[in-house]
């Protein structure tokens, strides 16, 4: 260090120096060496911490210029100086693809391997360990396995996923037979090349022969469908996808995908998706039925969006045929999220609307605009005091006995 190089100079000149400021001077030098040891310890943590998964599993790395003629690996990228800067070591590690001996490797070493590499998209290494899973003819487990289907049917990949069928065929024929052959994910295939009226007629029979185990991966694969069609796609392949969920209800009796159909257009930004959905509304009625059992968690989502416009919609169509309870709710539903927002002109046009219509709601919410009419604040409970009860049914407020003007 320069400081103790001076002093001693100074020191042999015969200069005396007064050991207070010697001691100070330690001291300060002392303090700044230990903020810096604490900053350089803070700074390889934050750095350790970012390092990927590749780090994390090198004893199984093998650098493609480090590999030997016998296909034994010299690792030699932690063969470097300790006092490397750990960033450079990452940029080492990941500069060559990874090549990994899975055939030693336990079932959850492999899925830990596949799921991080596609979860980072990261298509050189995935595809490493795909040929890797072909040649050794191993497989992972059946959660990760449909991650992997579902990746190549994104790159569009005809012969990976006919060879990754293939494997499960010959290494699992059990477990392909109960996933039906993987027919859906030849199905999404088939979606995504735009081979409508194939990929329309294998869902169909994905369908009807899922089970119990499969259903759930057909249902999440045909929401991604959806999702990517409808406010996306043309008209076409929205009636695509409307004749799956058609076909779904009508021949399998399960109304869930055109559900999901249907709430996808009616809350669509576009005004032909709205159309359709009030064209399925009005078509089916196992749709309105359904859709009338769900009222509560659509509501709730709309006037989380504050999306009121679209609940008075939902209104219209269901006094249009006439679904006089499934309007009730709306309207006691719209009254809470106004009364919450002490909104006194919306909650009196809320109880008028419901006079007009011949629709009464409960009393309690007549006791609420009354006290919000008074500039009182919500009651704690609808519950009269039962030395009050005769008197609170004799003089009991009726929706139709008084008429508000504002």
């Known amino acids: 260090m320069a400081v103790p ?22 001291a300060s030098n002392r303090k700044c060496t230990n903020t810096d040891a604490i900053d350089s310890f803070t700074s390889e943590l934050v750095e350790n911490k970012a ?5 994390l599993n090198n004893k199984y790395r093998i650098p493609l210029s480090n590999r030997t003629s016998s296909g034994g690996a010299i690792p030699s990228a932690f063969n470097k100086s300790s006092s490397r800067k750990l960033t450079q070591i990452f940029e080492d590690l990941t500069s060559n693809p990874l090549v990994i001996n899975i055939e030693a490797l336990e079932e959850s070493h492999i899925d830990n391997l596949l799921q991080t590499a596609i979860r980072e998209d990261n298509a050189r290494d995935v595809y490493i360990l795909f040929d890797q899973l072909i040649d050794c ?24 996923l006919e060879q990754l069928i293939n494997l499960c065929k010959l290494v699992d024929s059990e477990m392909f037979a109960r996933c039906n052959e993987f027919l859906h994910f030849i199905a999404l295939l088939q979606w995504r090349k735009g081979n409508l009226s194939n990929s329309v007629n294998s869902f169909k029979e994905a369908l009807i022969k899922c089970n119990s185990e499969t259903r759930p991966v057909i249902y999440r694969l045909l929401r991604a469908v959806i999702d990517e069609t409808v406010g996306s796609k043309s008209e076409a392949v929205l009636l695509s996808v409307i004749e799956m969920g058609e076909f779904s209800m009508n021949k399998l009796n399960d109304e869930y995908l055109l559900c999901y159909i249907w709430e996808s257009s009616f809350r669509s930004q576009w005004h032909s998706d709205q159309e359709v959905a009030k064209q399925l509304f009005n078509k089916h009625v196992r749709l309105r039925e359904a859709v009338a059992g769900r009222i509560s968690r659509l509501c709730f989502q709309l006037m989380q969006e504050f999306n009121i416009e679209s609940i008075y919609q939902l209104m219209e169509l ?3 045929h006439q679904m006089l309870p499934s309007c009730r709710q709306v309207l006691i539903h719209l009254f809470e999220y106004q009364y919450w927002r002490r909104d006194l002109r919306a909650c009196s046009e809320i109880i008028q609307n419901s006079i007009d219509l011949d629709i009464p709601l409960p009393n309690l919410y007549n006791l609420k605009l009354l006290d919000m009419l008074l500039g009182k604040s919500s009651r704690k409970n609808s519950v009269l005091p039962s030395s009050s009860a005769d ?9 139709k006995k008084y008429e508000l003007k504002f």
């Not at 008197?391 to 929706?399: G, R």
């Open 5 to 26: 190089l001076n002093i001693r100079s100074i020191a042999f000149r015969g200069i005396s120096i007064p050991n207070v400021w010697l001691l100070g001077l330690l």
């Open 51 to 55: 390092l990927k998964w590749k780090i």
């Open 137 to 160: 003819k191993r497989l992972s487990s059946l959660n990760v396995l449909n991650m992997l289907f579902e990746y190549v049917t994104l790159t569009l990949d005809q012969h990976r």
């Open 318 to 320: 269901f006094l249009k």
């Open 391 to 399: 008197s609170a049914q004799k003089h009991k407020l009726e929706a």
